[in-house]
């Protein structure tokens, strides 16, 4: 018991730690550009947080962490996907849609609010934000997120419990380290845009634990959060209107 206890309590440090540092580079990065005369405009801090804290904040983590422990980064699984798995993504990114959908259905039918994404009201009023987010999304978001919430954090908590729930402590952890980029009126709001990240969380921690691959889940997240970014981005720039279209509905069920 307490071998769990203390996988749990790596885990969450790791993911924690990932996020603070990350999160202290980018404040110091931020306050040094202040100082040099430069203004963060959004897209600056936008550009500054996917470089830093997914950048150097995850990855960086999690290479540190490997490293101290002397695990070389080829195992954790980094090949090119077959057919097979191409076809996993495929699936994994309809299943999270649909989802996202249904979860955005039973918040409207119960009148439950969900709390907003601070990137997405960003990109909402600053549509040009995306087209950093976009390429970021494959280049630095998915890569950095799954090496840390998949490939180290979950792959540490399997060393003391068996998949499924070596899958879901690594998915809470996961989804509990995004509340801080949620905004929203009280702790209700807060938790039901969680509960919209964990399907997917869940989705591909299953998907790593199934193919042993990393870049399945990495496809998977960058193309996810891709298409959300697109949807965003029809709808603030008016390509689209703001109901009675699948745009609008992602944007609508968003966590």
Do not use: C
């Amino acid at each position: 018991m307490d071998s769990r206890l203390r996988a749990v309590g790596v885990a969450l440090g790791i993911g924690i730690a990932g996020f603070a540092g990350g999160s202290v580079i980018t404040t110091i990065a931020a306050f040094g550009l202040l100082l040099a005369g430069v203004e963060i405009t959004p897209v600056l801090g936008v550009v500054l947080s996917l470089l830093l804290l997914t950048g150097l904040g995850f990855m960086g983590t999690a290479v540190l962490y490997l490293r101290s422990r002397e695990i070389p980064l080829r195992s954790l699984g980094l090949r090119f996907p077959t057919i097979k798995e191409f076809g996993l993504v495929i699936g994994a990114l309809v299943a999270s849609f649909v989802y996202l959908v249904v979860v955005g259905m039973i918040r409207q039918s119960t009148g439950t609010d969900a709390a907003s994404n601070q990137v997405a009201n960003m990109a909402m009023e600053n549509p040009e934000i995306v087209l950093y987010l976009l390429p970021g999304a494959y280049l630095l978001i998915g890569p950095g997120e799954e090496l840390l919430f998949r490939g180290v954090v979950q792959n540490r908590l399997r060393e003391e419990f068996s998949a499924v729930p070596g899958v879901i402590i690594a998915s809470v952890i996961f989804a509990g380290i995004h509340v801080t980029s949620l905004v929203g009126p009280d702790v209700w709001s807060v938790l039901v845009s969680v509960l919209g990240l964990m399907g997917p969380s869940l989705l591909l921690g299953a998907l790593y634990e199934y193919t042993r691959n990393l870049v399945v889940p990495i496809l998977v997240h960058g193309t996810y959060d891709a298409i959300i970014f697109l949807a965003l981005y029809a709808v603030a720039t008016g390509a689209v209107e703001e109901s009675g279209n699948a745009a609008a509905a992602i944007v609508a069920v968003l966590p």
